[in-house]
């Protein structure tokens, strides 16, 4: 079936396979992209019905952003046409958009940090009173109305950088709600909320369904798209593949798809004889929790370190690392007692960390490839204002080889690569440290289905080749398929070690929530 | 993986550095502003192009490329210093003192008037990176404490050195070449080899251009910061006692404004305020262009007062060019 699709002329690949009787709130026909070298978009066809969420799925580089980006009014097409209840619109800005009832959540939100909630909810219109002043009692009453429909219980005079990130989103959303919007694009929603803040937003997106919104959804997690669209469409390599009803589709089918090839060996895993122990925490305590805390990570193992949002992982591991001050205890490394922690000791004695946040915390998105993956390992190529050409196009080349990373040439700079070849850039930084301890935090955030795949690789492989290697992750089903041993950690401390035969998402889930 | 030769290959394409269209294609806005100016100067201006004026203009820019070459490592950091001027009096009067009313031996004077700014830019970097407060604040505040500081220890007149011999320091020549062009000459390779021979010169970019990142990378922060503040100190430092070697004399009011002109080279010669990208041979041109904005309405007889409005005009345009062909690189879009 999608073999016939693809091969079949552009006019038939259109999404047949939905009936639907609702009016359409948007719809794209032919719509093109190029940037400079870089045919971003071929012959996209969207729709959206009143009360439709319409799933977009799509690998990193596919498509998505640039696509919401033309319906947002940021880009304008080079060719194609856009109807927006049925009338044909050319954008020329994102206010255009906006006064079209388009709103857009962005991955990272654009919310100004230092206003308060009601003026971020009408800024660039803000209301004033018969003085022609801006009237902050106005505005929080008139936002309080919005504030109640996204179910957000928090005074409008707050400061938004006080709110967590799910509140922020909640803003936004109210904000949207504000402008009478019809249509709301959330792009990945939901990659930095908590459990509690995950169900609300599903709750407010199915009520505004009901409201006969139309929503686009983009995310990277299946079970977010099987528990919230009607449909899916996916794109793959800026093309239109096809849209399917939620209610007739595999995850299987989706990642087919999405990659245009099956994905075996999803999770990859050969499981070693542990070695001797190369990281050792004894009661080892740290942040607001101070509880001690007992690991060790023995060489050629993956152990798994599972837990909510706000259970102290990254914390714990960052407090090894001397990223953050504080911690008491011990820490031995290959049976050795560590003095004093900080991350340019810590990598001399042979760890390394992969941070969570790679935009912030990963890369240097102004530098090309070859300067943030040689980054942290120049002593190995200069030394006494000579500089080793040779090797430093070694580790670059390497990097770019075992990680597979997709660049056009080492030039490139980070910051116009897709989100699982920025991981890699990241990884591939560490990798040339030579780590005999490697921990990584999150490591395939916001990355897509085949570099997730590519990922899982090659910390299997590193694992074989003596590594020892701690897995921090938020995703349970990625823990239990990759991990030897697996911690659980709740409120700053582990609530259980379990075993492989011991895995059970019920069990694990249990130790999470205490 | 097939490509690999090919990507090696393409590695080899843009070397690392050196090579001088490399060096063009970095600045190639700004050659072609100084190219524009040196045509302009030479054919409008007579004498422009006579050596005696090409020796004049480089001593008169040799300041102000010293300066310039701490400020912009500053600069690099997303910081700033605004010490350098208040620091040229500081470190003239200090080694003219310590000449005349302590008698040191006349190394011992020149290197006690450099260490003074070793001392007052150790200040900065510990300050910066230790509190967190801004490089504006902490080196506007450490202008002031050295202003005054010249004004007190000269006891506010121009202190006269009575050894002939320091005089030499700032108007010698080596071969025909005046000595601080001299000095210019090799600091500025300096920078050249700190900026691309060096792990602490990509510690540097990669501090500026995202600070989180680099402490999540294994870079000292603290160290990187320290060493450029106290840097700029030493370099401001050692072109005041130049200058005072050259007027004989050190003058509390020396270098009043002199932070200006080094920050505008700076960013001329494509130095970017947000941190993280700069070039030796960008700022170099810079000072250049600032030098010949000066020496060439000099020899148009331009009101001295119109410079400052024409150099204020250049800058903005400068920055405005260097900005639009960074576009799509630098910090824009999502």
């Known amino acids: 079936m999608t073999q016939l699709l693809e091969a079949a002329p552009s006019f038939l690949r259109t999404d047949e396979n939905i009936v639907d009787s609702r009016p359409k709130l948007v719809e794209m026909k032919g719509v093109v992209k190029t940037f400079p070298g870089v045919k971003a978009l071929t012959d996209i066809h969207l729709t959206l019905h009143q009360g439709e969420v319409l799933g977009l799925l799509g690998e990193n580089g596919a498509g998505k952003s640039t696509l919401m980006n033309v319906l947002g009014g940021i880009y304008k097409p080079d060719s194609g046409s856009v109807y927006i209840n049925g009338e044909e619109v050319h954008f020329d800005g994102v206010l255009a958009a906006q006064e079209a009832g388009i709103a857009f959540v962005h991955q990272e939100l654009a919310l100004e940090p230092f ?16 003085a022609g002043l801006v009237s902050q009692r106005e505005m929080e009453t008139q936002a309080r109305p919005f504030l109640r429909m996204v179910g957000l219980d928090v005074d409008p005079q707050m400061m938004v950088n006080s709110l967590s990130m799910g509140q922020q989103q909640m803003v936004e959303i109210a904000k949207a709600l504000s402008l009478n919007s019809r249509v709301i694009v959330l792009d990945e929603p939901t990659s930095s909320l908590s459990e509690n803040e995950v169900e609300n937003l599903f709750q407010i997106v199915r009520k505004l369904k009901t409201q006969g919104m139309g929503i686009i959804y983009i995310s990277h997690k299946m079970s977010e798209i099987f528990d919230l669209t009607d449909n899916v469409m996916v794109m793959r390599d800026g093309c239109y593949v096809d849209t399917v009803p939620t209610s007739n589709t595999t995850e299987d089918e989706l990642v087919h798809l999405m990659v245009g090839r099956d994905v075996e060996n999803y999770y990859y895993r050969t499981y070693n004889e542990p070695g001797d122990a190369a990281l050792e925490l004894r009661d080892f305590a740290c942040g607001p929790w101070e509880k001690p805390v007992n690991l060790t990570v023995r060489q050629r193992e993956i152990v798994g370190v599972y837990g909510l949002i706000g259970a102290g992982r990254s914390e714990l591991f960052e407090t090894v690392m001397g990223l953050r001050n504080g911690g008491s ?15 340019v000791r810590m990598q001399q004695h042979g760890l390394a ?52 990373i997709k660049v056009s040439s080492p030039q490139t700079r980070v910051g116009t690569l897709s989100g699982g070849n920025q991981q890699k850039v990241v990884l591939g930084k560490w990798l040339a440290t030579k780590p005999e301890i490697l921990i990584l935090d999150e490591p395939t955030r916001g990355v897509d289905v085949g570099a997730k795949a590519e990922i899982y690789k090659i910390i299997n492989e590193l694992a074989a080749q003596g590594v020892a290697v701690v897995f921090i992750s938020s995703e349970l089903n990625e823990v239990m398929n990759m991990s030897d041993r697996l911690a659980v950690m709740r409120e700053g401390e582990i609530a259980a070690v379990l075993s492989r035969d011991e895995f059970n998402q019920d069990v694990i889930l249990k130790h999470a929530l205490g | 993986m097939k490509n690999g030769i090919d990507l090696l290959d393409r590695v080899g394409e843009v070397p690392v550095a050196g090579s001088v269209s490399k060096f063009i294609k970095q600045n190639l806005g700004i050659l072609i502003g100084f190219a524009t100016l040196l045509v302009f100067l030479s054919i409008f201006a007579d004498n422009f192009l006579s050596w005696a004026n090409m020796v004049n203009l480089m001593r008169s820019v040799s300041t102000n490329a010293i300066l310039a070459i701490g400020v912009m490592l500053s600069i690099m950091l997303a910081g700033i210093d605004l010490t350098c001027g208040a620091l040229v009096a500081l470190s003239g009067v200090v080694a003219v003192l310590s000449l005349n009313n302590f008698g040191l031996p006349l190394p011992l004077a020149i290197v006690t008037g450099v260490i003074i700014g070793v001392v007052v830019g150790l200040l900065n970097g510990l300050v910066i990176a230790y509190t967190g407060i801004h490089p504006f604040v902490v080196t506007l505040a450490m202008q002031s404490i050295c202003r005054g500081a010249a004004y007190l220890a000269a006891g506010g007149q121009p202190v006269t050195a009575r050894n002939t011999a320091f005089t030499a320091l700032g108007n010698g020549y080596l071969g025909p070449i005046p000595l601080p062009v001299v000095y210019m000459i090799v600091l500025f390779f300096l920078l050249y080899l700190l900026l691309n021979k060096t792990r602490l010169g990509r510690h540097i970019y990669a501090l500026g251009g995202n600070p989180t990142a680099a402490k999540y990378s294994g870079i000292n922060v603290v160290k990187v910061k320290v060493f450029v503040w106290a840097v700029s100190g030493l370099l401001s430092a050692f072109a005041g006692v130049v200058l005072a070697s050259r007027m004989s004399s050190g003058q509390p009011t020396a270098g009043v404004g002199y932070e200006t002109d080094a920050i505008a080279a700076a960013v001329i010669g494509g130095t970017s305020m947000y941190g993280g990208v700069g070039r030796a041979g960008g700022v170099f041109i810079g000072v250049l262009i600032i030098g010949m904005i000066s020496n060439g309405l000099n020899l148009l007889h331009v009101n001295s007062f119109w410079q400052y409005v024409i150099k204020g005009i250049i800058i903005i345009v400068a920055v405005y060019f260097d900005m639009r062909k960074n576009k799509g690189n630098v910090r824009t879009g999502f």
């Open chain 1, 115 to 130: 206003l308060t909630v009601a003026e971020n909810i009408f800024i660039g219109r803000e209301v004033k009173n018969k």
């Open chain 1, 329 to 343: 205890g011990t820490v031995l490394v290959h049976g050795n007692e560590i003095g004093a922690r900080d991350p």
């Open chain 1, 353 to 404: 960390y992969v941070p969570e946040d790679r935009k912030t915390q990963g890369l240097f998105l102004f530098g090309d490839v070859m300067f943030n993956t040689s980054i942290a390992s120049l002593g190995d190529f200069i030394s006494w204002l000579r500089v080793n050409e040779r090797k430093e196009k070694e580790i670059v080349v390497n990097a770019i080889e075992t990680l597979n």
